[in-house]
């Protein structure tokens, strides 16, 4: 398992234990003094103006809309999946987000 994946599954598991300790269940949490694996920060890496054009180019012509979609509204792969036709207005410009999948 990735570290960040541990990370996420200790902080729960942690959290839980801590309310059964508060509620008295348990004297002593034993998440007590364990540490985490360490998870590397990375920084994000944006794509060029270059390097969308020719992720575009490169799909078929049908997905086209979706990667620049994609990259001018900053939406998410289940955002853009959930968009319909009546969440868009192309006249006024402006897409309205109202379910993901």
């Keep these: 398992m990735a570290p960040s994946s541990v ?7 942690r959290r839980l234990l801590q309310v059964a300790v508060d509620k008295g269940v ?3 949490s034993p998440c007590s003094g364990v540490q985490p694996p360490r998870v ?8 060029t103006a270059a390097e969308v054009v020719t992720l575009a ?15 001018e509204t900053g939406m998410g792969w289940s955002e853009l999946v959930g968009l319909r036709r009546y969440n868009m207005d192309l006249l006024r410009r402006s897409i ?6």
């Design 7 to 13: 990370h996420r599954k200790y902080r729960l598991l």
């Design 57 to 71: 180019e490169a799909m078929d012509p049908w997905f086209r809309p979706l990667v620049y979609t994609a990259v």
């Design 96 to 101: 309205a987000v109202t379910e993901q999948l």
């Design 26 to 28: 348990i004297a002593r």
């Design 40 to 47: 590397e920060v990375e920084e994000m890496r944006f794509l």
